[in-house]
């Protein structure tokens, strides 16, 4: 037995992108085999590679490094001798008792390694190939899926598909975390190839009202109602992003988000941004209600810019109650709007269409 055969098993598993432990023996009371400093590596499927003690510590191990393998969190053991086999959780170590003859107690430290997660950018706009280069910086892995994608314009890409056909993208491709930044080039389509890997978190970097439309139309294509509801959009983390690279940088703060299991802010506000696209029929009514006769009062909301850049998410703004609407109503309209209005300033990524201060004619006392 090569006690040192961990290392060379840890480098080839890891080459491979495969899960595996490194278990180390902490201490140890005679009598037992293992030894402190003692390594080895252990897979899911139970093959120990290395020297951690005999066969009465090794089933506690295995079951435990199956443990850490599936939440990826660190785990200290200690295998005592005992009438029974029962495991106790002592806060920070867990106990588990040894029914051999041998006697012996060890303390094992287990550190699961997971291969890197891939991320899958779809789209080949500023913002997507901002992602392909930042996201290797945070251990990601990347793949870029864009029709006619070519390898040399993505070179921190592990993987380039040069279409974005769902069929061919989901039979090439696994992937728990996909961010569709196509902005306009393929929308729908970037849509469909991403929902067509089933990823664990899925993000699409557009405004809310565009976002809307398109996950509408998504379903009214026969594209599964509760898989669309999973998307986040608009994607991003406030972080004040205005260049391609920061509203990557705020949406990649998202995925490290998921990937850690903590929950993102994005999804509150997509919820709020939602409820105002919700409630816009209602707000423009009673703008619409306020308004005046007055011809340079008759528009009460600017039309929606094509990508808004770093805007305050507004919703249709009601027109001053000196164009023949009252006080009342106007003021009625404003509270409206406020309820359902996120105030802070969102992301690029996450803003809605702006109504312009040219909205308020000086008529209107604007």
Sequence with gaps: MN????????????AADQPFALVTVLSAQAPTSGKAGDKAVVTPDGQIHGWIGGGCAQPAVIKTVRRALLDGQPRKIR??????????????????????????????????????????VVGDSPVARALVG??????????????????????????????????QVSARLSSPFVVVATQGRRDLQGLKAALALQPQGLWFVASA???GVLLDTLVTSGEDPAAVARIVAPAGEFIGAQTPEEIALSVLTSVVAARRGRESSAPAAQAALTASMASSALTSSVAAAAAGSSSCCSTTAATEPKEATNTK??????????CGGSKQAAGQ?????SDVVPSRTVEPALALAAVPASVKSSCCGG
């Design 313 to 322: 998410a507004l919703a249709p703004v009601a027109a001053s109650a000196c």
């Design 79 to 120: 295998i005592a001798p005992s009438d029974e086999s029962a495991e106790r959780d002592l806060g920070d170590v867990l106990e588990f008792g040894m029914a051999c003859h041998s006697g012996g107690t060890l303390e094992l430290f287990i550190d699961p390694v997971m291969p890197s997660a891939m991320l899958t």
């Design 209 to 211: 009202r565009k976002a």
């Design 333 to 337: 309209a404003a509270a409206t709007a």
């Design 134 to 167: 930042l996201a290797p910086r945070v251990g990601l892995r990347v793949a870029v899926v864009a029709q006619g994608a070519q390898a040399a314009d993505f070179p921190d890409a592990d993987t380039v598909l040069n279409s974005d056909e769902a069929s």
């Design 3 to 14: 006690r040192n055969e961990w290392i060379t098993q840890a480098a080839r598993l890891q």
